[in-house]
């Protein structure tokens, strides 16, 4: 086990991607892999790494292809991140040229700083320069990855804008006509959110300058109960003493999550939405919880009792109203269901509970 | 799994004798492409085809030179209808045009189909739903049932190998069919029925042309009865691409008809270029959106045509597809965060439905009155070659020729043709906007319109004909439906024949309405039929027809009767009063307006009830404030009359503001109009106790409720000026507040007499 939180994808799925890299067929430039088989790797076989719509990764690989750039847009919590990372690490092999968007992003971590003591030492030299992500990945053919774009500065942003056309870099430092050309197989996949509180618009140049893709949540509630049991399989494997999570339990976590992130019930009743992000990756994160605490600290099989508990923090972060939403559902639907199913009556019991002390 | 486990047995059981068979899907390009060597290479004196043995009449006129195709068998059973639509590019279109080029026989094999049931369509749900699709989908990446036909067949278009495409073709079917259950619907029965067509060739050399599904049932198996003869009747009328898309009557059948249409044009020598095809879409497309004001610039149509093609090549065929273009078109034209019905998609799979309308031969022969609509629609400039819904606004009072057209889209939508929708105008039938000049029509020549029209061609030889042959329908129907006293009915059937021009040959109506209002008891329901007749009646109405009968003498009798039935109004029961009052007030502003009635005739009536001992406070209010209004009564009388009621201790609450009431339901402007009258309502309001006052504040308010904000206001400024104060400024004060605030001045007031200090509370 490596004493890492967490490995890259390259690293995690070394041997599957070997394998495939040694299949043969035509693929672009720079390509480790043809793009059937990046497909394969991404939402092949019987545990796809990414659970979604298909045709979006078909045409994700398909823009990377070209020279437009790839912008993953969508709600927190859709696994954009995760798909640019194996897209990455299938495409150049390496996913960890990567750019964390933040407010405090200068120019310099799109296009190079220098090593100021070899800057003093030897004047401006290509010794001294200290590469971006960017520019690393245009030196060696990859793709580059930029993380919420959209929290960067605007004129920031724009840095991309000369990058994606014109495939180059200029250092004017090292002399009049010095520029970095991108070799084959490199591109710009971003992700962004449009809708957060505290994000920048994106300048229309650059917006032409990517194709875009909207990560949606997962419409099969099949997969998306697989996929939050396997990854929490996942998390869990540092805890041997846990019992593995029910499968049910998971279902009814996944069926409550459904419930208030579309509004809408299966059977087509309406209930109220809270804003609050309901995303697979928050019910993943309840998941992990509730199964730390059935093993820890209330020790017990895993039950509805234990996701009342968390789902609580996850609903309540910032929105009185969300609480009230949330009341309503435990009211009217979970009560409802528990007149038919153990495992809801425990929900329905623990979270009327738990909403009592918090004086909702 | 499938019977057909290798391609070797599959050509066998397929071309193996006399009898080809030619496992098709509806409405396939590739299928009838594959057909047309078929049927070249087999040269059968006897064509199959799975269409219902009934339409076999149509035949002939299937291939007349003068069709246009998309057309439909239309079937009619019991006001129940089915289609049977055929394309251009249809296999059965194929196997139609190659019959005839040979002079081969052409048979229909199949059963009728079931008026009686859900629309047919066992052909279909196992290509988009069945287990081995879905598993089938997974392992190949694509989609969805729609997706992989096309991977695996429609992108075989125009191939030389006809034989291993229909046995691929039967191989998937057979997988489709062993997972579907046969005995759900008639499926087993018909394809009895089709083995009994095939039993009677006897060795002749044919081919037999049926939806791939039913194929594998063909080769052997006993054959079935002959069916009992088939009572309903068909014609040969003209489809849209749009219905042949949409259309859920007759489910077999590919979506997007113009995409394939496309395909079926490219492909004629070969397979076709795919790269072209989609190019041409594309620009085409974009030219299409240009015209609705959304641009696509030349770097975003390259930069599709790119993805597409790069698409289409991740997911392993030569064939740029529908699903490479479509979300070829969505990576590059969208720029932001979008759900799944993403606008351009929506647009473009839109643009693929295509609007393309057929045309029947001459020779089909029409019912008369579908011959008769569409010359009448033609000569009314309605464009039938496109089913696409477009609007026309008709200045339907100054044109003459936009007042046919009007009268024509009033006749289609008496016949229910779903022709034409007024979204806006005057509406003669409700008395509602009678003085707008134009109106506003959104119409559309769809296949559904001819459907209507055939069913409704029992009824008349022509338009005018039949839609006035269904009024008077209606108009029975309301009698045998407990409606034949319900004079509003009839005469909305009677203004709905006016306005589409029928009115010289109303007669009947006309007759039914007088003898109906001779007699009405009602009246409410004659004071508003008297508004809405007064729309038409005479030459000055907005609405007159001068072909039509003359409505005098119906207007006369409904005076007559009003005027009985206001005579009477002293022995109404009171329930039925405030509805007779609306009409009296309706009746007394004809008069008002329209010298055709006799005014002096009302104004007895309306003296002879005031003088009615039996009439009742509500009743005596509204006739004296109608008899104020005309000047028969002295407003210092009507003042008197109010300021009585309100006063007299000895009648029950109600009863004192009744008379008040009555007179707001007829002439509540006197109240600003008429000083007296105002003084002397404030005068006996302000003469009443506080008690007295409690206890009619509900009466007095339910009647003061019927004045509008406007009227409210206008009162409320007279009063003010009428007492000298100011008008109380706005507060936050609710009424409970105030209701509290006056009961506490009571109990203080009581309070203070029981200290003796009275006096304090004067000051």
Same mark, same amino acid.
């Given at each position: ?28 430039? +720079? ?16 545990a796809?790494? =990414? ?13 990377l ?5 790839l ?30 968007g ?9 296009r ?21 992500? !960017? ?27 000369? /990058? ?14 010095? &520029?970095?050309?991108?070799?084959? +197989? ?21 917006k ?16 998306? *109960?697989?996929?939050?049991? $396997?990854?929490?399989? &996942? ?13 049910? !339990? ?10 208030? $992130? ?19 990756? &928050? ?36 929105d ?41 | ?14 071309f193996?004798?006399?009898v080809?068979?030619?496992?098709i ?77 040979l ?5 229909f094999?199949d059963l ?20 081995f699709?879905?598993?089938?989908? *997974? ?87 002959p ?15 749009e219905a042949?898309?949409a ?9 997007h ?5 496309r ?7 070969g ?18 959106q ?19 093609? #790069? ?30 019905a ?5 647009? =473009?799979?839109?643009?693929?439905? %295509? ?9 089909? +022969? ?17 464009d ?12 339907? $009072? ?16 008496i016949?229910? *043709? ?11 039938? #409700?008395? /509602? ?36 042959a ?13 409606q ?32 109906l ?10 004071? $508003? ?28 009798? !409904? ?10 109004l ?19 502003a ?19 009830v ?6 009742? %406070?509500?009743?005596?209010?509204? /006739? ?54 105002l ?13 007295d ?48 605030g ?6 203080l ?15």
């Amino acid at each position: 086990m490596s004493d890492a939180l967490r490995l890259p994808a390259e690293v995690i799925h070394a041997a599957e991607l070997s394998a495939l890299a040694a299949e043969p067929g035509p693929r672009p430039p +720079g390509w480790r892999l043809t793009p059937q088989a990046v497909r394969r790797f991404i939402c092949g076989g019987s545990a796809p790494k =990414f659970v979604g719509d298909p045709g979006l990764v078909d045409r994700s690989i398909v823009s990377l292809m070209g020279r437009q750039g790839l912008m993953l847009v969508g709600e927190p919590g859709t696994a954009k991140s995760l798909l640019s990372e194996l897209l990455a690490a299938a495409i150049s092999g390496r996913s960890t040229a990567v750019v964390q968007g933040s407010a405090g992003i200068i120019e310099d971590h799109l296009r190079y700083g220098w090593n100021y003591a070899l800057l003093l030492a030897q004047g401006p030299t290509p010794q001294a320069l200290v590469p971006s992500p !960017v520019l690393s990945a245009m030196k060696a053919g990859q793709i580059v990855r930029i993380e919420e774009l959209s929290r960067c500065a605007p004129e920031v942003q724009d840095v991309l804008i000369s /990058v994606l056309s014109e495939k180059v870099l200029t250092v004017p430092e090292l002399g009049e006509d010095h &520029e970095i050309r991108a070799r084959p +197989g490199f591109n710009v996949i971003a992700t962004a959110n449009l809708r957060d509180r505290g994000v920048h618009e994106m300048s229309s140049a650059l917006k032409r300058r990517f194709n875009f893709e909207t990560v949606t949540a997962i419409s099969d509630p099949v997969a998306e *109960a697989a996929l939050v049991a $396997r990854q929490l399989a &996942e998390r869990m494997a540092d805890h041997p003493g846990a019992a593995p999570a029910p499968l049910d !339990v998971i279902e009814l976590l996944v069926t409550v999550f459904r419930d208030l $992130r579309t509004g809408r019930l299966a059977d087509g009743t309406a209930v109220a939405s809270p804003k609050a992000v309901m995303s697979t990756a &928050e019910s993943v994160n309840v998941a992990h919880a509730a199964l730390l605490d059935a093993t820890y600290l209330n020790p017990g099989p895993l039950g509805g009792q234990h996701i009342a508990a968390q789902v609580q923090g996850v609903v309540f972060k910032d929105d009185p109203e969300d609480a009230r939403k949330f009341r309503a559902y435990v009211d009217v639907v979970a009560r409802d269901r528990g007149g038919r199913s153990a495992l809801w009556r425990d929900f329905h019991r623990a979270a009327a509970a738990a909403l009592a002390k918090s004086g909702v | 799994m499938s019977d057909f486990l290798t391609r070797d047995q599959a050509l066998a059981a397929l071309f193996g004798g006399p009898v080809a068979f030619a496992p098709i899907r509806h409405h396939s390009p590739a299928c009838a492409h594959a057909l047309r060597s078929l049927i070249r290479a087999h040269r059968p004196e006897v064509i199959c085809i799975e269409a219902p043995t009934p339409l076999s009449p149509h035949i002939p006129h299937l291939t007349e030179p003068d069709l246009v195709f998309p057309v439909a068998l239309l079937t009619l059973h019991q006001g129940r209808q089915s289609y049977y639509p055929l394309s251009a590019h249809s296999p059965e279109t194929i196997a139609l045009q190659e019959a005839k080029a040979l002079g081969a026989e052409v048979w229909f094999i199949d059963l009728p189909s079931r008026l009686d049931e859900a629309p047919r369509g066992p052909d279909e749900t196992p290509f988009s739903a069945s287990a081995f699709v879905a598993e089938t989908c *997974a392992r190949l990446g694509l989609r969805d049932g729609a997706e992989l036909w096309d991977h695996l067949f429609e992108a075989r278009m125009g191939t030389q190998d006809w034989q291993g495409f229909f046995a691929d073709v039967l191989t998937y079917c057979a997988a489709l069919r062993h997972g579907t259950d046969l005995t759900a619907d008639d499926t087993l029965p018909r394809e009895a029925e089709m083995r009994r067509h095939i039993a009677r060739l006897n060795g002749r050399r044919a081919v037999v042309v049926t939806g791939g599904f039913h194929t594998p049932a063909l080769f052997q198996g006993d054959p079935g009865k002959p069916p009992p003869a088939d009572p309903s009747e068909s014609y040969l009328i003209a489809y849209g691409e749009e219905a042949l898309d949409a259309l859920s009557g007759y489910g077999a059948g590919l979506r997007h008809p113009a995409w394939y249409a496309r395909l079926w044009q490219a492909a004629q020598d070969g397979p076709p270029d795919w790269l072209a095809l989609a190019r041409d879409l594309i620009t085409d497309f974009t030219a299409a959106q240009a015209a609705q004001g959304h641009r696509i610039a030349v770097p975003q149509q390259v930069e599709t045509l790119t993805l597409a093609a #790069g698409l289409a090549s991740l997911r392993g065929r030569g064939a740029v597809l529908l699903p490479d273009l479509s979300d070829a078109l969505r990576s590059a034209l969208v720029k932001g965060e979008t759900g799944p019905a993403e606008p351009w998609t929506r647009a =473009f799979l839109r643009f693929l439905n %295509g609007t393309a309308f057929g045309r029947a031969p001459a020779s089909a +022969g029409q019912p008369p009155l579908l011959r008769d609509a569409r010359a009448r629609a033609q000569a009314a400039r309605f464009d039938l070659s496109t089913s696409v819904r477009r609007p026309r606004k008709l200045d339907f $009072r100054r044109k003459p020729s936009h007042a046919t057209a009007s009268q024509f889209c009033h006749q289609m939508a008496i016949l229910d *043709a779903g022709f034409a929708q007024l979204t806006a105008g005057p509406d003669l039938v #409700g008395g /509602v906007n009678l003085g707008l000049l134009f109106e506003d029509w959104d119409c559309a020549w769809t296949p559904f319109v001819e459907g209507r029209l055939i069913e409704a061609a029992r009824l008349g030889a022509d338009l005018p004909s039949a839609a006035l042959a269904r009024l008077l329908r209606d108009a029975q129907a309301l009698g045998t439906s407990g409606q034949g006293q319900d004079l509003g009915a009839l005469v909305t059937l009677m203004l709905r024949g006016w306005r589409a021009g029928l009115g010289p040959r109303l007669g009947p109506l006309v007759a039914e309405v007088t003898g109906l209002a001779a007699r009405s008891p009602d009246l409410g329901a004659l004071a $508003r039929t008297l508004r809405r007749l007064t729309a038409v009646a005479a030459p000055t109405d907005p609405l007159h027809d001068p072909q039509a009968p003359d409505l005098g003498p119906l207007l006369a009798v !409904v005076f007559d009767r009003m005027i009985l039935l206001t005579e009477d109004l002293p022995q109404s029961p009171d329930e039925a009063l405030p509805e007779a009052i609306a009409g009296l007030s309706l009746l007394f502003a004809a008069t008002l307006t329209d010298p055709r009635f006799d005014r002096p005739r009302l104004q007895g009536a309306l003296h002879r009830v005031a003088a009615d001992p039996r009439a009742s %406070g509500l009743l005596l209010g509204a /006739v004296a404030g109608l008899l104020t209004r005309s000047g028969q009564m002295e407003p210092a009388a009507c003042a008197l009359l109010l300021q009585g009621q309100i006063g007299a201790r000895t009648l029950k609450p109600q009863d004192r503001a009744a008379l008040l009431d009555g007179f707001l339901r007829t002439a509540p402007m006197l109240l600003w109009q008429d000083q007296a009258i105002l003084a002397a309502c404030h005068a006996a309001l302000s003469a009443l106790s506080d008690e007295d006052f409690t206890t009619l504040l509900p009466a007095l308010r339910l009647s003061l409720s019927q004045l509008n904000p406007h009227e409210t206001d206008r009162l409320a400024a007279e009063v003010t000026r009428l007492t000298g104060q100011a008008a109380a400024p706005r507060t936050s004060l609710t009424e409970a507040d105030l209701a509290r605030g006056l009961a506490l001045d009571r109990a203080l007031a009581a309070q203070l007499a029981a200290d003796g200090l009275a006096h304090w509370g004067e000051a």
